[in-house]
């Protein structure tokens, strides 16, 4: 089985500042990982993945993540954030095998952006 | 145009009522999903389903019946509505196939469900 643990619930930070959202995850097995964002009353939008390959990945908006097999982490980072980032952000992990493929959430961090 | 979409947006229903919520995906997937988000947004997948066949069924009161009559539609029935079923529930689908995007899920806009 997985779990993911986003370690922080509320990021906040002024406009044009770099952020990092953290996110770790447990599994015994080999994993994907994705990052959601979540913008007020919508649904959840992919940002990006982690499939194979380059351990960095690039999203949409700005965004990056890296992932890290040794600390079982896949933070999520932006240089230069805006104002219309202020959303909810979920981390999510799945197994590459049968049922273990369904997406297990993190509870999700709160990125508000202050001008 | 829109991939994945659920109606209606919003229910407001009193306790014990019975409610159904539809889901519908133009996306060519064959899985799709039902999770609910509660009041903190946590998010918990409920049921999935395959090709029309059960593939998951979490711990949830049987209260709640999935039903997929094809593989582009999955609606949900709730029976006797409970003030603690009130959250956001949110449809997905995801592509046929092996591999890393057989993984990805698309999401609806969710539908808020408030029971009083």
């Known amino acids: 089985a997985q779990s993911v643990t986003q370690l922080d619930s509320q990021v906040p930070v002024f406009e044009e500042a770099p952020v990092e959202l953290r996110c770790n995850y447990s599994?015994?097995?080999?994993?994907?990982l994705f990052w959601y964002v979540q913008y007020p009353n919508q649904g959840l939008q992919l940002l990006l993945k982690?499939?194979?390959?380059?351990?960095l990945v690039k999203g949409i908006n700005g965004f990056e993540a890296e992932f890290n097999k040794s600390q079982t982490s896949f933070h999520l980072r932006k240089p230069s954030v805006h104002i219309s980032d202020t959303a909810e952000y979920f981390c999510?992990?799945?197994?590459?095998?049968?049922?273990?493929?369904?997406?297990?959430f993190g509870k999700g961090t709160k990125l508000s952006v202050k001008p | 145009d829109t991939a994945v979409s659920q109606t209606p947006k919003y229910l407001v229903t009193q306790m014990g009522n019975d409610k159904s919520i539809k889901c519908e995906q133009n996306?060519?997937?064959?899985?799709m999903y039902w999770y609910k988000q509660d009041s903190k947004k946590f998010l918990k997948i409920m049921f999935s389903?395959?090709?029309?066949?059960?593939?998951i069924n979490e711990t949830v009161p049987n209260r709640f019946s999935p039903k997929s009559p094809d593989k582009a539609h999955l609606n949900l029935h709730i029976n006797s509505l409970e003030l603690g079923d009130s959250a956001v529930y949110f449809c997905?689908?995801?592509?046929?196939?092996?591999?890393?995007?057989?993984?990805?899920?698309?999401f609806g806009a969710g539908t808020r469900l408030s029971v009083l």
């Open positions: 997905a689908s995801s592509p046929p196939g092996w591999g890393g995007a057989k993984n990805i899920q698309y």
């Open positions: 599994s015994s097995v080999s994993v994907y």
């Open positions: 982690y499939l194979s390959g380059s351990t």
């Open positions: 999510a992990v799945s197994g590459m095998r049968g049922s273990q493929g369904n997406l297990i």
């Open positions: 996306l060519g997937h064959d899985t």
């Open positions: 389903y395959n090709n029309k066949e059960l593939i």
